[in-house]
């Protein structure tokens, strides 16, 4: 599939290689009909759009079996839980204003929202994790969101406050059919507001694992002012966050019904001195990336030849391309310790590592351990101090992580 508001004019970056669906774990069973795509990325000069251009269809990463539940980290449910209340300090007025949340998962951010008395509304395409979130007795509608989509919600048509959304938009192909429907049911004074890892935060920690089949953009503040200016609206503030490795959170609204915050002329300022428009980042970034797959493999030959036992912590979607762009597998890997159960038995996608109950971390953990959910590093560090303190070595596709 290519992208919809950008196909005309993209400028390749990189191929990451053959990918598997980055959240496809597998039965062995399943493994000579795994599904692969060739993972490039480019950059859309006009708009500073960083993206994939090539990769499977939505149908084939979000379904009745999505193996991701915001709720597995304390964290990031206390995350949405603040998030939540800023929302509603920030933009709910009174109870007649309405909010929506695009990929609303299991709830975990909606349901805080409960107490409040105001309409809500989620929309998840993933069968499974949107029937949780309508268990908790939230108002859930099991489907992508499309400008379509909004024909049949005439109670929010014109009249929402607030949409939002998080690590979900740069999931979205088509933008402009987003934006369209995001600017039917808006009220005049609506917000939308979403939060994304940060393509600043990328480049700088060459945390390349952010690029996976379901992360069709990785935005920046130049990209997001220039891609909603198309239809009308603009930046009006913006937030950094430290969730998932480095996020920011966006706030755009109908042009001159806000003022603007100053931060979002500093931010865009910074982003254009480092050259975010252009290429030459890029490329960097790309050299950066072959760097630091050669030293994580030097790394991990080096515990092979002390005839250490290697484990991976958290089977993260990120954790897909790290094991592919890389060619690590089950040779050198062991096994990947996770708490859900959905991928527990199962195999990693493509590299076919078996993914095992975090619990066994603590029964026989491993001699050297490459930690995939690096942007939940306090928390399971925290959870699983004894691992360093009994002589465990974490270590990171992230140079001068641990
Ligand atoms: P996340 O970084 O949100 O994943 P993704 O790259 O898919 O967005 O991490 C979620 C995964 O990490 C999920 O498979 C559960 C796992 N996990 C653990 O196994 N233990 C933990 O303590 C935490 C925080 C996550």
């Not at 980055?22 to 069973?29: I, P």
């Not at 995001?182 to 700088?204: A, C, H, Q, R, T």
Request: charged share 25%.
């Amino acid at each position: 599939m290519k992208c919809n508001i950008t196909n005309k004019n993209v400028e390749e970056i990189m191929s990451f290689g053959k990918m598997p669906i980055a959240n496809g774990f597998l039965n062995e069973k399943d493994k000579s009909s795994e599904y692969f795509y060739e993972m490039t990325v480019g950059l859309s000069p006009d708009l500073g759009l960083f993206q994939l251009t090539n990769f499977p269809k939505v149908e084939m990463m979000f379904h009745d079996k999505y193996p991701f539940f915001t709720n597995s980290s304390s964290y990031m449910r206390n995350h949405f839980k603040k998030y939540a209340e800023w929302i509603s300090k920030e933009f709910i007025e009174n109870n007649s204003d309405k909010i929506i949340e695009i990929g609303c998962n299991d709830g975990t951010m909606l349901e805080n929202f409960k107490n409040n008395k105001i309409e809500s509304l989620g929309i998840d395409p993933s069968g499974n994790v949107a029937k949780i979130a309508k268990d908790k007795g939230l108002n859930i509608i099991n489907s992508f969101f499309s400008e379509n989509l909004t024909y049949s919600l005439n109670q929010f048509k014109s009249k929402t406050k607030v949409i939002c959304a998080a690590n979900v938009i740069c999931h979205i192909p088509d933008l402009n059919d987003l934006i369209k429907g995001i600017d039917k049911l808006l009220s005049k004074k609506g917000v939308f507001i979403f939060e994304e890892p940060y393509l600043g935060s990328m480049i700088n920690n060459v945390s390349y694992d952010q690029i996976y089949d379901e992360h069709i953009y990785i935005f920046s503040a130049i990209s997001v002012e220039k891609v909603f200016s198309l239809y009308g609206f603009e930046l009006i503030d913006i937030y950094p966050q430290i969730t998932h490795g480095g996020s920011m959170r966006y706030v755009l609204a109908r042009k001159n019904e806000y003022s603007k915050s100053p931060k979002v002329n500093k931010i865009l300022g910074e982003e254009l001195k480092k050259g975010f428009l252009d290429i030459d980042l890029y490329m960097r970034f790309k050299l950066n990336c072959l760097r630091s797959k050669e030293r994580l493999n030097d790394l991990i030959d080096l515990s092979l030849k002390k005839n250490q036992r290697i484990g991976g912590y958290a089977a993260t979607s990120k954790s897909t391309t790290i094991l592919n762009f890389c060619s690590i597998n089950s040779n050198k890997i062991d096994c990947i310790y996770d708490t859900t159960p959905e991928k527990i038995g199962k195999l990693s996608p493509g590299s076919h590592i078996p993914v095992i109950d975090s619990e066994e971390f603590k029964i026989n953990p491993p001699d050297t351990c490459l930690l995939f959910g690096w942007n939940h590093k306090n928390e399971i560090l925290e959870k699983e101090k004894n691992f360093a303190s009994n002589g465990g070595k974490w270590i990171s596709h992230i140079e001068n992580f641990i």
